[in-house]
């Protein structure tokens, strides 16, 4: 009885917000209810690979089921800082770099066969501890997951178009652990947050190391799949670092301030921005980790999320 009633509901809604008006498309998708991720596709047609696509993002990253691949190399980020902006967009928190930024950050290596330049930074994460990131490790989520955007570089002329070409966008997630000491560079992006604590709100920010963000490890999975927003381009080459970075609990407070709205109608909490989990319809989930080497004579466990738990069920929670 409920489809008829949400797909009248949805015909209303197109012709409220007819499909060349992409600002209204914007400003009423959410992360839950009626216009949460699972009407996504079924609302606007240029949204279809939303519900219909079949490399959709983000996924559950099942250990057991990860596929060796010994030609993968290790990534390279650019350590020069770059600044940029920092907004409280009604659906997360986004850095921009600064347009006019003279020395691009360059993404390379990796599973990937072009140079990508880095564009900006979303943010996901929980009203709650137990859940927030949009990966999550067998079936376990984080309370937070930083994603960093890049685009092809060699073959698109700016981000917006390689949006929608094949190996146009790479993203690197960074998923996020509660400890008694921040990433330094994510304290940088978490120490003005009061200021945009509404919706269109936005601060300068100065000096952030991209490469300064990302956990001491060379290990990672790697996949196809898709933005995790409107419109789920399925353009986009994933890669899930195998250690987490820590975020306080003074910081996720901050974060939790956060509205969607503005200071007259601040609407919901801005939190719980996160999809969840797509099918992975039999696609490969690649990665750098043999679980058969001992690495250094040293090291006690393999390096990798399985043996040292990095991932492991979750091990942050309490219970």
């Known amino acids: 009885m409920l489809l008829p009633a949400v797909i009248g509901w949805l015909f209303q809604l197109c012709l409220i917000f007819p499909m060349s008006s992409a600002v209204s498309w914007e400003e009423w998708w959410t992360y839950d209810g009626i216009s949460g991720p699972a009407f996504w596709g079924l609302i606007n047609p240029e949204w279809s690979l939303c519900n219909k696509g079949r490399r959709q993002s983000p996924v559950n990253l099942e250990p057991n089921k990860l596929l060796f691949d010994p030609n993968l190399r290790p990534l390279h980020v650019d350590k020069h800082r770059v600044s940029g902006s920092m907004m409280n967009t009604g659906h997360s928190v986004i850095f921009n770099v600064e347009n006019d930024t003279r020395q691009h950050i360059n993404v390379t290596g990796g599973p990937l066969s072009y140079k990508y330049q880095f564009q900006e930074i979303h943010v996901h994460y929980g009203l709650h501890d137990q859940f927030g990131s949009e990966h999550s490790i067998n079936g376990y989520a984080f309370p937070a997951e930083i994603q960093i ?36 560079e994510l304290r940088i992006l978490t120490d003005q947050l009061e200021k945009i604590r509404y919706g269109g709100e936005e601060i300068e920010v100065k000096r952030l190391s991209v490469r300064g963000l990302l956990p001491e490890t060379d290990y990672y999975m790697t996949y196809d799949g898709s933005t995790t927003m409107p419109a789920c381009h399925e353009t986009v080459t994933w890669l899930i670092l195998n250690k987490p970075i820590y975020i306080t609990k003074q910081q996720m407070l901050g974060l939790r301030r956060l509205m969607q709205g503005d200071a007259k109608h601040p609407k919901a909490p801005l939190g719980n921005n996160f999809r969840p989990p797509q099918p992975l319809h039999h696609r490969p989930v690649r990665t750098n980790i043999d679980f058969n080497v001992k690495h250094r004579s040293d090291t006690k466990q393999c390096p990798s999320m399985y043996n040292n738990v990095y991932y492991k069920a979750n091990s942050w929670r309490q219970h």
């Not at 955007?149 to 998923?175: D, P, R, T, W």
């Open 149 to 184: 955007f890049g685009f092809n570089s060699q073959l698109y002329s700016n981000f917006s178009e390689a949006l929608h070409k094949a190996q146009g966008i790479v993203v690197i997630s960074l998923l996020l652990q509660l400890g008694d000491l921040s990433n330094p």
